[in-house]
């Protein structure tokens, strides 16, 4: 699984490479929501690049807009980033 894949990427100390993977599986997918998942998870250990996770999770959730958990982690990733706009903009999508 691609659980499995990040926690051995990570481990390793090869976290580009294994995002360069997941991105280059990402482009041959009909149904990429869960590989975006993975890359923003693997983005997201790193808090100088929480907006690479943000710009994955956001992909992921444009595949499943009715995702309310992954709804509600994007906007808690804007409040940990300051941003209060874009985090009301998902409070409300989520609860809307």
């Not at 890359?39 to 595949?63: G, R």
């Not at 995702?67 to 906007?75: E, F, P, Q, V, W």
């Not at 990733?77 to 989520?94: D, R, T």
């Amino acid at each position: 699984t691609y659980n499995m894949f990040n926690t051995l990427i990570a481990k390793n100390g090869i976290t580009d490479k294994g995002i360069k993977q997941l991105k280059s599986l990402a482009n041959k997918s009909k149904k990429p929501k869960n590989i975006y998942m993975n890359i923003a998870n693997l983005y997201s250990k790193d808090a100088s690049k929480l907006n690479f996770a943000i710009d994955y999770f956001e992909k992921a959730f444009e595949f499943d807009k009715t995702d309310k958990a992954l709804c509600n982690h994007i906007s808690q990733l804007y409040l940990q980033l300051g941003n209060q706009e874009k985090a009301n903009y998902y409070i409300n999508f989520c609860n809307g």
